[in-house]
């Protein structure tokens, strides 16, 4: 594969909704699989091209 594109920041405004976090109530259960994806090391984990190039880009 060759390599990704870092995804939009959930936090940014966008035309709708308002913000990404519009999308996903607080108290919804999702929340604890995204902390928890948030802190898997994945290159312990074997993945690779873990961090992003200065570019924003592998």
Do not use: W
Request: proline share 7%; hydrophobic share 45%; charged share 30%.
């Amino acid at each position: 594969m060759g390599g990704f594109v870092e995804g939009a920041d959930r936090h940014q405004a966008s035309f709708l909704p308002a913000c990404l976090e519009d999308y996903v109530e607080a108290d919804n259960p999702v929340r604890i699989i995204d902390a928890f994806v948030d802190e898997l090391d994945l290159a312990k984990l074997g993945f690779e091209r873990v961090q992003p190039a200065a570019t924003g880009r592998p």
